[in-house]
């Protein structure tokens, strides 16, 4: 990969111009990511959500709908998936160190995501542009819409299971 200098504000890199490659994960490494940062959009929104599971974990959100996900599972099955409320979105919990790295939620056969700033691995916090988010009310309809419009597109999970 050609790394270009560039981006004064943080530690990241941008790469051949296609935006910010973020790198984060879990803590003990058995769920990674990579997202690519649209290039025109700077910076990167970061909602602390009030629901009681994101008030618990302390899960802080980001997306873009340009933005490009990819998730590596080293070990699946400690992967702890758990849903609750509308249970339309699935919560990825790592089963060894539980953190939760990524939200994600599948409309009309597509994959979207959200993943938690407190993961990030190479973003200074400066990066982030911090606000809180309230969703209580809102119902499953607008939900929903919401979220195929703001939540990354582009989601692809690889994992392995040892056998
Ligand atoms: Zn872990």
Same mark, same amino acid.
């Given at each position: 990969?050609?790394?270009?200098?560039?981006?004064?504000?943080?530690?990241?890199?941008?790469?051949?111009?296609?935006?910010?490659?973020?790198?984060?994960?879990?803590?003990?490494?058995?769920?990674?990511?990579?997202?690519?940062?649209?290039?025109?959009?700077?910076?990167?929104?970061?909602?602390?959500?009030?629901?009681?599971?994101?008030?618990?974990?302390?899960?802080?959100?980001?997306?873009?709908?340009?933005?490009?996900?990819?998730?590596?599972?080293?070990?699946?099955?400690? /992967?702890?998936?758990?849903?609750?409320?509308?249970?339309?979105?699935?919560?990825?919990?790592?089963?060894?160190?539980? &953190?939760?790295?990524? &939200?994600?939620?599948?409309?009309?056969?597509?994959?979207?995501? &959200? /993943?938690?700033?407190?993961?990030?691995?190479? /973003?200074?916090?400066?990066?982030?542009?911090?606000?809180?988010?309230?969703?209580?009310?809102?119902?499953?309809?607008?939900?929903?819409?919401?979220?195929?419009?703001?939540?990354?597109?582009? &989601?692809?999970?690889?994992?392995?299971?040892?056998?």
């Amino acid at each position: 990969m050609q790394l270009a200098a560039g981006c004064s504000w943080c530690s990241c890199h941008f790469s051949n111009g296609i935006g910010m490659n973020i790198k984060g994960g879990c803590h003990c490494g058995n769920i990674a990511y990579e997202l690519e940062w649209p290039e025109d959009a700077p910076h990167i929104p970061a909602r602390a959500c009030d629901c009681t599971f994101c008030t618990k974990h302390g899960g802080v959100w980001t997306s873009h709908p340009q933005a490009r996900l990819r998730i590596e599972i080293d070990d699946s099955n400690a /992967v702890s998936v758990y849903e609750f409320g509308t249970k339309t979105a699935q919560f990825h919990v790592c089963a060894k160190c539980g &953190v939760v790295p990524m &939200v994600t939620c599948v409309l009309e056969g597509r994959r979207y995501a &959200v /993943v938690n700033v407190n993961t990030f691995s190479n /973003v200074e916090p400066s990066a982030l542009q911090r606000a809180s988010a309230s969703f209580e009310g809102e119902d499953l309809g607008s939900r929903l819409a919401r979220r195929a419009r703001n939540w990354i597109s582009d &989601v692809r999970i690889a994992g392995r299971t040892p056998s």
